[in-house]
Structures are given as C-alpha cells and as structure tokens.
C-alpha cells in the first residue's frame, strides 16, 4: 500500500510546485505588475495580503510563496478569464463576476419569488437534478432539506440551492471560447468545492 500512496504524495507535490513556478518569472498567467495586481484587487474588494499572506523576516508581504488564494487567482485567470466570453462575446475579467466583492455568490435563505424550474414536467424536473448532483458529486440533501413530515421538501429554501440557482442562471449564460455553453460539469468536475482555497476551509 505504500508504493501507491508515495506516488499520489509525489504527484501532489509535483502539482504543487508547478502551480508555484507559474507564479514566477515573466511568463506568470496574470498581470503581476503593480497595475495589474491593483487592478485584480479591486476588481474582487480586497487588499493584496488577501492573496499575498506569507511575510518576510522583516514582516513585509512577501508576495513570492504559492498561497490557497493566490493559486485560486491563477485556477481562474485560466480556467474562467481565458477560458470564457460573455453571451454577446465580450472577453471576461474579476470584475465581470466579482464587481468589488470576494464572495459574491448569495447565500441567503430567502424563499425566491419564483421557482426555477416552474411549469416543467416532473421527468425533465428530474433529469436536471441528476445533472446537478452528477457533476458536483453530491446527493439530494446536499441542496434540499427535509420537512417536518421527515420527507425531503424541495421548496424549502437553503444556501445550497441559492448558489446553485445563481450560478445556473449567470454562469451559463457565458460561452466558452469555442463557442460551446459552459454547464456544472465544467467547472466543478464531480467536485461540489473544487476550487484551490476550499482546502483551507473557506467557502
């Protein structure tokens, strides 16, 4: 059992340094000059220490170590930036998503006014759900909740299905770049959090 388990710690590692030695040099896949790190800051409401956490002997950001948020920034900038255009083709940056906030993503519990999938018959009802749980990997009660009667309620209103419901009207409306609509299974590949940061607990 060793053997399998050095290499995944190998691979792991490898996976690590590579992410580090994207952030180094010229040939980094985001604008590290000052405008272009004041630029990204904004965009997402924060100041550079968000990212930029490890500090030298001296306690100055030390902006060269590889950290959760800041291989989370690169994660986008390939996967989303470069990888996305709005409905109409424009080109997509932080502010297209964030506009100034690092959580943007609702997560309240308020009942919506109306429900997303209204109107459909129950089979088609059904075939998106298996969409949603197939691609992040989840079951039913990852979004729904139960009622009083113990039963799953599927118009109760949780934090789950607030986000899903977001990213499913604004997030799919982009199109890949070629050309090509984007779905759950895109981005979160059977993974409910798949992005870097998630291991450091956030959400």
Not at 81 to 95: F, I, Q, R
Not at 135 to 143: H, I, N, P, W, Y
């Amino acid at each position: 059992m060793r053997g399998p388990r050095i290499l995944l710690s190998l691979v792991a590692l490898v996976t690590w340094v590579d992410a580090g030695r994207a952030d180094e040099g010229h040939n980094h896949v985001l604008d590290t000059s000052q405008e272009g790190m004041k630029a990204i800051a904004k965009s997402i409401g924060v100041k550079c220490t968000h990212c930029h956490i490890a500090k030298t002997p001296d306690g100055k950001p030390d902006f060269s170590p590889m950290s959760p948020p800041k291989e989370t920034a690169i994660h986008m900038k390939i996967h989303f930036v470069d990888s996305l255009k709005t409905a109409d083709g424009g080109d997509v940056d932080c502010a297209t998503c964030h506009n100034g906030v690092a959580n943007f993503i609702p997560r309240g519990t308020e009942a919506p006014a109306t429900r997303m999938m209204a109107g459909m018959e129950r089979p088609a009802v059904m075939g998106v759900m298996k969409g949603f749980t197939k691609s992040l990997g989840v079951k039913c009660l990852f979004c729904h909740t139960k009622g009083d009667n113990g039963r799953m309620d599927p118009t109760i209103p949780t934090k789950h299905r607030t986000m899903a419901r977001y990213m499913f009207e604004n997030f799919t409306t982009f199109k890949r770049v070629d050309g090509s609509s984007p779905t759950c299974q895109s981005c979160h590949q059977g993974k409910a959090e798949f992005l870097p940061h998630h291991g450091d607990g956030a959400e």
